[in-house]
């Protein structure tokens, strides 16, 4: 059990900082409730510094942020052992798989993901963003959050259809002083990072809009955007910015969808959309033209149940 009231079940996922459990939070004999518990891996909560600051962070954060498609994080706890403090991150349960086990699925069985599901899980995403973007403190004053690290890994689709942006350990609000990294060290996954942020300049909300529109792009083209060799090349790519045309990969892609897709895409954030809230409502004006995808709800669950079938089918994807 940890701080008394959760009890860990079972390994869902291992990082390079923490692990993963699904757990169960008990507060009585008839009340259960399936939660998600990030613990943080004891050789880098034993370092502290940045390692420890990105941790708390998230915690931080996730606790001044509630909208639908976002994570929810419903405690903190630090438990007291003998060798030294663990720290655990409680979160509720999301009963599916990310969006890039669902990009595995649709490479392996060579079938592309329609647009309708491409386009309804970006929409929902820019919503959680927008929330985040706009935050609010108790004085009214608008103080945004950055996610600074949208990526496919970071992105959870439920069979219930829900969609949910995860990991705001990245996180840069204008309320913290600190810098999470330091001097000289980008932080984050570098293939999903935009031009800007690796000429070290700071992150925007224009920074997330770029990295929504690459895992959006890799979601229908079913390639990887900005891949090479060796870090020093995909930082090369990234700068020069040059995206194949998404509709050259898809025809059936409508044009307004590819052509949002390509405006974030744009090297300089200052002809990208002008905030996660205004590329949400063009790709919900896409999504008006697909009536018969119907139920959006079911259209995802649908896809997370029929993706979770396959990879069980599937070997383990080998860690790079």
């Keep these: ?31 259960a409730r399936p939660v998600a518990i990030k613990v943080m891996k004891r050789a880098f909560s034993a370092v502290g510094g940045p390692y420890l600051s990105m941790f708390l962070e998230e915690a931080r954060i996730g606790a001044t942020l509630q ?4 994570i929810q994080v419903l405690d903190l706890i630090i438990e007291a052992t003998p060798a030294g403090p663990v720290y655990c991150l409680v979160m509720e349960w999301i009963d599916g798989i990310d969006l890039r086990s669902m990009l595995r699925v649709e490479n392996q069985m060579r079938r592309p993901l329609s ?43 439920a069979l219930n259809g829900d969609i949910k942006v995860v990991d705001f350990g990245m996180a840069r609000a204008r309320d913290r002083i600190a810098e999470h990294t330091a001097p000289g060290i980008v932080k984050g ?17 224009a920074s997330d809009l770029f990295s929504v529109a690459i895992s959006l792009w890799e979601a229908l083209a079913g390639d990887r955007l900005f891949q090479a060799k060796n870090d020093a090349l995909v930082v090369d790519m990234i700068r020069r910015c040059e995206v194949p045309p998404l509709r050259e990969r898809r025809a059936d892609v409508p044009e307004a969808l590819a052509s949002a897709i390509h405006r974030s895409l744009s090297a300089d954030p200052q002809r990208r959309f002008g905030s996660a809230r205004e590329m949400a409502h063009e790709l919900s004006e896409v999504l008006r033209i697909g009536d018969a995808w119907g139920d959006a709800d079911v259209l995802v669950g649908s896809a997370v149940a029929e993706a979770r079938v396959a990879l069980l089918k599937m070997p383990p994807p080998q860690v790079s």
């Design 115 to 157: 647009w309708g599901l491409v386009c309804t899980v970006g929409l929902r995403v820019l919503r959680g963003l927008a929330a985040a973007h706009e935050r609010r403190l108790p004085d009214l004053s608008v103080s945004p959050v950055i996610h600074r690290d949208v990526s496919p890994q970071n992105i959870l689709l």
């Design 1 to 31: 059990m940890i701080g008394g009231r959760f009890q860990l079940v079972a390994k869902v996922a291992e990082g390079g900082l923490s692990t993963v459990w699904q757990g169960v939070a008990r507060s009585s004999e008839v009340f």
């Design 189 to 205: 996954t570098l293939s999903y990072m935009s031009p800007e942020i690796l000429m070290g300049k700071p992150a925007t909300p």
């Design 67 to 70: 909208h639908a498609n976002l």
